[in-house]
């Protein structure tokens, strides 16, 4: 069965979002004094085959856990969906 | 003692290695190639600055999956010495041949400029013939040197000796102002458990000529130099 997953990599609450900081900034300079925090991360879309969902999750969560993400600094979460 | 300078996509550093060790300290030194599971019989191996990959996905991510790092791995674990400079610390860290991660610099910024370091452990092969209580000045040039480490291991880390440079004034205090880069507790390097993995993200390889600012980075290749043979 073919699949399609977004994979969705943020920093780890606490951990200093430099990028999410100054495009905070950014924002602010363009006059939107309402916004409280901004938080940077990454998305991933990816393609493949596996004999089913289950299957298919827990390589994407192996995937994630060995390189998609860095477990030191990044979480991760991702939506699965079948092709 | 040989030196083997591994070569990845996107390195930079590697010539200022060849030219530190090679006709600065008249070391032998040899390119080994990130593609090739062979370390060719280096005695050390130095993972130079730069942008491996670009910094794809992660800054050192992308190399730290190269077959010359599974070579890196096994010479490691024999307790030879490895260095990583720069984006080299950086590959060492996703490798996880050493704890921690290196975050964006705190202030947003790429920093270039010279900075203070204190040795915090001189039981290191790369730092045993540093003198006792020098503050050595050597450059940085890194976007992302922010360092972190959870506090469970840096706790562990600190009661193995692992912090081995902080980022301190001229006078050899461990400032807020003298941390370029957010690093936790002003860390600028780190070893393994055993000593013999070392990432740093200043540069001792551009500071090995009077003429060029400082010669402080001749005390660390000095080091591991003339450490060897008493092993």
Same mark, same amino acid.
């Given at each position: 069965?073919?699949?399609?997953?977004?994979?969705?990599?943020?920093?780890?609450?606490?951990?200093?979002?430099?990028?999410?900081?100054?495009?905070?900034?950014?924002?602010?300079?363009?006059?939107?004094?309402?916004?409280?925090?901004?938080?940077?991360?990454?998305?991933?879309?990816?393609?493949?085959?596996?004999?089913?969902?289950?299957?298919?999750?827990?390589?994407?969560?192996?995937?994630?856990?060995?390189?998609?993400?860095?477990?030191?600094?990044?979480?991760?979460?991702?939506?699965?969906?079948?092709? | 003692?040989?030196?083997?300078?591994?070569?990845?996509?996107?390195?930079?550093?590697?010539?200022?290695?060849?030219?530190?060790?090679?006709?600065?300290?008249?070391?032998?030194?040899?390119?080994?190639?990130?593609?090739?599971?062979?370390?060719?019989?280096?005695?050390?191996?130095?993972?130079?600055?730069?942008?491996?990959?670009?910094?794809?996905?992660?800054?050192?991510?992308?190399?730290?999956?190269?077959?010359?790092?599974?070579?890196?791995?096994?010479?490691?674990?024999?307790?030879?010495?490895?260095?990583?400079?720069?984006?080299?610390?950086?590959?060492?860290?996703?490798?996880?041949?050493?704890?921690?991660?290196?975050?964006?610099?705190?202030?947003?910024?790429?920093?270039?400029?010279?900075?203070?370091?204190?040795?915090?452990?001189?039981?290191?092969?790369?730092?045993?013939?540093?003198?006792?209580?020098? =503050?050595? &000045?050597?450059?940085? @040039?890194? $976007? *992302?040197?922010?360092?972190? !480490?959870? /506090?469970?291991?840096?706790? +562990?880390?600190?009661?193995?000796?692992?912090? =081995?440079? &902080?980022?301190?004034? @001229?006078? $050899? *205090?461990?400032?807020?102002? !003298?941390? /370029?880069?957010?690093?936790? +507790?002003?860390?600028?390097?780190?070893?393994?458990?055993?000593?013999?993995?070392?990432?740093?993200?200043?540069?001792?390889?551009?500071?090995?000529?009077?003429?060029?600012?400082?010669?402080?980075?001749?005390?660390?290749?000095?080091?591991?130099?003339?450490?060897?043979?008493?092993?």
């Amino acid at each position: 069965m073919k699949f399609r997953a977004k994979v969705e990599v943020t920093l780890k609450e606490g951990v200093l979002d430099s990028q999410g900081r100054t495009i905070l900034g950014g924002l602010r300079s363009l006059g939107y004094g309402d916004v409280e925090e901004v938080r940077t991360g990454k998305l991933l879309q990816l393609s493949l085959t596996a004999e089913d969902q289950a299957q298919a999750a827990s390589q994407l969560e192996e995937m994630a856990r060995r390189l998609l993400a860095n477990p030191v600094l990044e979480k991760f979460t991702f939506v699965l969906e079948q092709a | 003692m040989k030196f083997g300078i591994m070569l990845f996509p996107g390195s930079n550093c590697d010539r200022d290695c060849f030219h530190a060790l090679e006709e600065v300290m008249g070391a032998r030194a040899i390119p080994l190639w990130h593609g090739e599971a062979d370390l060719k019989g280096a005695d050390c191996v130095v993972l130079p600055g730069g942008f491996s990959y670009g910094d794809y996905l992660r800054a050192g991510a992308m190399a730290a999956l190269a077959p010359g790092m599974e070579a890196v791995r096994e010479h490691a674990a024999g307790g030879r010495p490895v260095i990583g400079i720069c984006n080299g610390f950086q590959i060492l860290c996703e490798a996880g041949l050493l704890p921690g991660a290196l975050r964006r610099n705190a202030g947003g910024r790429f920093r270039c400029e010279d900075v203070h370091l204190r040795v915090e452990n001189y039981d290191t092969p790369f730092t045993r013939l540093v003198p006792r209580d020098k =503050v050595l &000045r050597l450059p940085i @040039a890194h $976007g *992302e040197g922010n360092y972190y !480490a959870d /506090p469970a291991v840096l706790n +562990e880390m600190k009661a193995r000796g692992q912090i =081995v440079f &902080r980022y301190v004034t @001229a006078g $050899g *205090e461990p400032a807020p102002e !003298a941390n /370029p880069n957010g690093s936790l +507790e002003n860390i600028a390097g780190v070893c393994s458990p055993a000593g013999n993995v070392l990432g740093m993200m200043p540069h001792p390889e551009r500071s090995v000529e009077a003429l060029l600012g400082s010669e402080d980075g001749l005390f660390i290749f000095r080091s591991l130099l003339e450490g060897v043979d008493d092993r």
